[in-house]
């Protein structure tokens, strides 16, 4: 038992030592990146700064499930029914190289400190003009924005006759 001991506590000491990223090691800052942060705001778009602002009032249902509804910001409330631009990334929602339906998320799916898109955090995209399928990259997203949730669905944003932009 005393080596089993003596091998974890020299792996915990050799891996606290692990060399750093080959930037310091020549000297230079590692370089910081903020993995959490929403897509950048397109040219003429709606920042998720402004989406964000978008609260939520929750209720425990007789049922044991949480139910919310959005409470709407005044900003929020002027682009209800305009047609607006946002940038995000794509959860497909049907199987295929195209999609006309899918969930615009703020924040990149993979972001390990962000699980879970909050209902601020995310928009429904219902398109006429399918959207090649493509999870990785940041797309721009133009439509009609419709505000939505007072059923408690979750949802809070729709984007409609959404295009590519």
Known sequence: ???????IFASALFLSAAPVP??????????????????????GGVSWAILEGTK????KGKDGY????????????SLAGKRIKVAGWMT?????ARQ????????PPGCPFH??????QFIEVLADIPFPTDERKMHIVSG??????????????RLKAASPS
């Open 1 to 7: 038992m005393k080596t089993l001991h003596a091998i």
């Open 22 to 43: 080959a930037a310091m090691q020549d000297g230079g800052k590692a370089p910081v990146e903020d993995v959490w942060k929403p897509a950048a705001t397109p040219k």
């Open 56 to 59: 939520e009032k929750t209720r």
């Open 66 to 77: 949480i139910y919310s509804k959005p409470l709407f910001t005044p900003a929020v409330k």
């Open 92 to 96: 497909p929602l049907d199987k295929g």
């Open 100 to 107: 006309k339906r899918f969930v615009l998320l703020a924040y």
């Open 115 to 120: 699980f879970h898109a909050m209902p601020n």
């Open 144 to 157: 009609i924005l419709e505000l939505t949730g007072q059923d408690e669905s979750g949802i809070f944003y």
